[in-house]
């Protein structure tokens, strides 16, 4: 899944005001974030398969360091207490976002998502449909968007157009990836992703300097 993890900290931010969002977009991308990471190290593998499933030419051969349950649970304990530190409630929070990603990813998956590394794999395979996926994902993001825009008002251009902006950067790269052609290789994928990411993440710290919260923290 892709826009649905966006989808849960945008809206977390209701729940959370006084973490920034772009902790929040650290806490639900921290997998994908070390992924790309142990992939080029050779510690975890991905291959190019176009039809592996409908919706992704990517086979994930083995990640159970970044994408397990067990190793996102250790993740979520070190980021929500770097992000989330000012209260229980907020490092309970980013905690849960943290480990949220596995959730997300074993609904979208087919079963290749470890609760344990070397255990067994699971995934109930939402992306051998794409109307389905799309259904899913799009109305995921439009909730967590909506949350996300009667929770902050915008208090300078930044705010209200870097926010338009970071939408349609989303919608663009997820419909991108879904539709356009698969990755040349995987050192490309991986730079790509890891690009992606940490472009995501430093763009939403622009925006949330620009906007502020309605709610107290």
């Given at each position: 899944m892709f826009l649905g993890h966006f989808a849960l900290a945008f809206a977390a931010k209701r729940v959370v005001p006084s973490v920034p969002?772009?902790?929040?977009?650290?806490?639900?991308q921290a997998a994908d974030v070390e992924w790309p990471v142990l992939v080029a190290m050779g510690i975890e593998q991905v291959r190019?398969?176009?039809?592996?499933t409908a919706f992704t030419p990517l086979e994930f051969v083995s990640y159970p360091y970044s994408h397990s349950l067990l190793c996102l649970t250790l993740t979520a304990v070190g980021v929500a207490f770097a992000v989330g530190?000012?209260?229980?409630?907020?490092?309970?929070?980013t905690g849960l976002l943290v480990v949220s990603h596995w959730l997300l990813d074993w609904i979208?998956?087919?079963?290749?998502?470890?609760?344990v590394p070397g255990g067994g794999r699971y995934g109930l395979g939402?992306?051998?449909?794409?109307?389905?996926?799309?259904?899913?994902?799009?109305t995921l993001f439009a909730a967590g968007l909506t949350v996300y825009l009667t929770t902050t008002r915008a208090r300078t251009a930044?705010?209200?157009w870097?926010?338009?902006g970071l939408v349609a950067f989303l919608l663009v790269a997820y419909l991108g990836a879904a539709f356009g052609p698969p990755p040349p290789n995987v050192p490309a994928l991986v730079g790509t992703a890891l690009?992606?990411?940490?472009?995501?993440?430093?763009?939403?710290?622009?925006?949330?300097?620009?906007?502020?919260?309605?709610v107290r923290p």
């Amino acid at each position: 899944m892709f826009l649905g993890h966006f989808a849960l900290a945008f809206a977390a931010k209701r729940v959370v005001p006084s973490v920034p969002l772009p902790g929040l977009f650290l806490a639900v991308q921290a997998a994908d974030v070390e992924w790309p990471v142990l992939v080029a190290m050779g510690i975890e593998q991905v291959r190019i398969a176009p039809g592996d499933t409908a919706f992704t030419p990517l086979e994930f051969v083995s990640y159970p360091y970044s994408h397990s349950l067990l190793c996102l649970t250790l993740t979520a304990v070190g980021v929500a207490f770097a992000v989330g530190r000012t209260s229980r409630k907020t490092i309970l929070a980013t905690g849960l976002l943290v480990v949220s990603h596995w959730l997300l990813d074993w609904i979208s998956h087919r079963p290749d998502m470890p609760l344990v590394p070397g255990g067994g794999r699971y995934g109930l395979g939402l992306w051998n449909s794409i109307p389905a996926t799309l259904a899913v994902e799009l109305t995921l993001f439009a909730a967590g968007l909506t949350v996300y825009l009667t929770t902050t008002r915008a208090r300078t251009a930044a705010g209200r157009w870097g926010l338009l902006g970071l939408v349609a950067f989303l919608l663009v790269a997820y419909l991108g990836a879904a539709f356009g052609p698969p990755p040349p290789n995987v050192p490309a994928l991986v730079g790509t992703a890891l690009f992606g990411t940490l472009l995501v993440i430093a763009w939403s710290w622009w925006v949330d300097r620009g906007r502020e919260s309605r709610v107290r923290p």
